[in-house]
Structures are given as structure tokens and as C-alpha cells.
Nanobody, 123 residues
Framework: QVQLVESGGELVQPGGSLRLSCAASGRTFGINAMGWFRQAPGKEREFVSAIAWRGATAYTDSVQGRFTISRDNAKNTLYLQMNSLQPEDTALYYC?????????????????WGQGTQVTVSS
């Protein structure tokens, strides 16, 4: 099993920045792609960004140019740098890990999930 623990979410003003982290532990040797998803109240969980083992990345259109995903494979840690945050970015952000080598945006392809960290963008 793999355990994922997110951190870094908090209340921030519009235009501000946050850096989310996700620490993986357990049987991490099988992990390939990792990703971030988010879920706002009353909405479905949506893809935010993903990164392959070797560093290829993907972003949903609404965060392209504002968010940057990265990973430190030696530390088994995933990051999401979020800049120019807007109220519509408010959501519970989940870290996910996939056994697939390919980048994937579907939550169905991620085997392991964290509990989430809350990001609230408000003045």
C-alpha cells in the first residue's frame, strides 16, 4: 500500500500564492505518474495537473501558466506551486498516485489518494 499526505493548503487572498506538498510513503517503488485533483463544494472532482516519472507534465486549461507541478523522486514528494490564485481555485486539493507510466487525467487511473488539503481564496 501507498500512503499520501498533503499539506500546504490555507486561506489566501486573490492574487496570492501557495505551495502544496504531497509526501508518499509505503510501497512507493511502483508509483509512476502522480497528479493533483480538486473538488469544490457541489462539484465533481476535477483534474488539475499531472507529472510523469521522468518529468513530463499536463495541466487543465484553467491553471495553465499559473500552476507548476514538480516532484522529487528521491524524497517521494510531489509539489504544486500555485500563483495568481483566484476565488474559483477554492477547493479541496487531492494528491494521487498512479501505477501507469503514461500521463493520465482520469481519476479512474489513479490507485492511491490522499485525504486532501483545503485551499480557500478569498478577500
Amino acid at each position: 500500500q501507498v500512503q499520501l499526505v498533503e499539506s500546504g493548503g490555507e486561506l489566501v487572498q486573490p492574487g496570492g500564492s501557495l505551495r502544496l506538498s504531497c509526501a508518499a510513503s509505503g510501497r512507493t517503488f511502483g508509483i509512476n505518474a502522480m497528479g493533483w485533483f480538486r473538488q469544490a463544494p457541489g462539484k465533481e472532482r476535477e483534474f488539475v495537473s499531472a507529472i510523469a516519472w521522468r518529468g513530463a507534465t499536463a495541466y487543465t486549461d484553467s491553471v495553465q501558466g499559473r500552476f507548476t507541478i514538480s516532484r522529487d523522486n528521491a524524497k517521494n514528494t510531489l509539489y504544486l506551486q500555485m500563483n495568481s490564485l483566484q476565488p474559483e481555485d477554492t477547493a479541496l486539493y487531492y494528491c494521487a498516485a498512479s501505477l501507469s507510466v503514461a500521463l493520465t487525467t482520469s481519476p479512474l487511473n489513479y490507485a492511491y489518494w490522499g485525504q486532501g488539503t483545503q485551499v480557500t481564496v478569498s478577500s
